[in-house]
Each structure stands twice: as structure tokens, then as C-alpha cells.
């Protein structure tokens, strides 16, 4: 009786390892993803912050019914994706940066097109972050990063905070 006690207390901390270890797993690949192309722009590293995500992951969970792309207005900078099959963090990171030919350093400006995602992702003063995942209703992934401390954007140039 002592015995099996011991062992699902065991089993039971083996479980809670597990999950820690593979919640570590998942972020460590995201932050990586973004630190990658901070330092290709000379740019410092970003870490994960669990208040930052906790945030996300509500606002993710709060998506799930319409999977709208609406920001959330909150008090942290913030990139949404959303993707059909299996958009995980890393894919939607991808999807942000892509954006990049349309960032002009000479004028800190957008041209032709959207740039802001791009500009989050290696945004100097935004030194931590967090970000949710959810499946909508809808069969979508739904992907949010909140990052802090927020920037300022005025039009479409980017003023530092
Ligand atoms: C995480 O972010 C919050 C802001 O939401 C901040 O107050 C807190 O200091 C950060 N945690 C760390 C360890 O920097």
C-alpha cells in the first residue's frame, strides 16, 4: 500500500516534469525564432515573460468562437496570425517576417505595404514576450505574441517608445 502511494507520487512529479519540460520546449523554439532575426539586424535578444503570455493565451482562448483577426487593445504590443492546418508559433514568426522587403530603414517607414509585423518582431525596446495558440471553432489556428514593453506607433512610421 506505502508502496504504490510512493509510486503515483512519483508517476504524478514525473507527469508534472513532462509538462513543464515540453511548455519549455515549445517557447525555447519561438524565442529562438525571433532572437535569429534580431541578431541578423543586430538587434538584442527577446525572452519569454509568463505574465506576458498568460495575457496571450487569454486573449487567444477568447478568439476561439470567431477566430477574428481584431487586436486586443491591451497594454502590450501585439502580432495576430491565423492559418488552416497546423500554424504553430514558429510558422506564424515565419508569416511576420516575411514582411520585411516592405520595411525602409532610410525613412523608418513602411513602403508599398504592411511592414508593423516585421517591425514587432525585432522592435529594440520590446525585450520580452509571450504568446497564446488556440484552435477556433472554424478548424483555424488562431496566434497571438504580445510583446513588452509596448512601442508607439504614429502613422505608419515607427517613433521609439
Ligand atoms: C513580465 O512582464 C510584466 C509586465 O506585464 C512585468 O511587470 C514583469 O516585471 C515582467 N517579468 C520579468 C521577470 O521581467
Redesign the pocket.
Known amino acids: 500500500m506505502r508502496f504504490n502511494n510512493f509510486l503515483i507520487v512519483i508517476y504524478f512529479i514525473y507527469l508534472t516534469l513532462a509538462h513543464i519540460l515540453q511548455a519549455q520546449n515549445s517557447y525555447q523554439g519561438y524565442v529562438n525564432a525571433h532572437n535569429a532575426i534580431r541578431a541578423h539586424v543586430g538587434v538584442g535578444p527577446i525572452t519569454w515573460?509568463y505574465?506576458?503570455a498568460a495575457y496571450a493565451q487569454n486573449y487567444a482562448d477568447q478568439r476561439k468562437g470567431d477566430c477574428d483577426l481584431d487586436h486586443s487593445m491591451g497594454p502590450y504590443g501585439e502580432n495576430l496570425g491565423e492559418g488552416y492546418g497546423n500554424l504553430n508559433g514558429v510558422d506564424a514568426v515565419k508569416m511576420w517576417v516575411s514582411e520585411k522587403p516592405n520595411y525602409d530603414y532610410a525613412s523608418n517607414a513602411c513602403v508599398g505595404d504592411e511592414c508593423s509585423h516585421y517591425t514587432q518582431v525585432v522592435w529594440r525596446k520590446s525585450t520580452?514576450l509571450g504568446y497564446g495558440r488556440m484552435k477556433c471553432q472554424n478548424g483555424w489556428w488562431f496566434v497571438i505574441c504580445s510583446y513588452?514593453p509596448q512601442r508607439i506607433l504614429k502613422a505608419n512610421v515607427l517613433i521609439e517608445a
Open positions: 515573460n505574465t506576458v520580452q513588452y
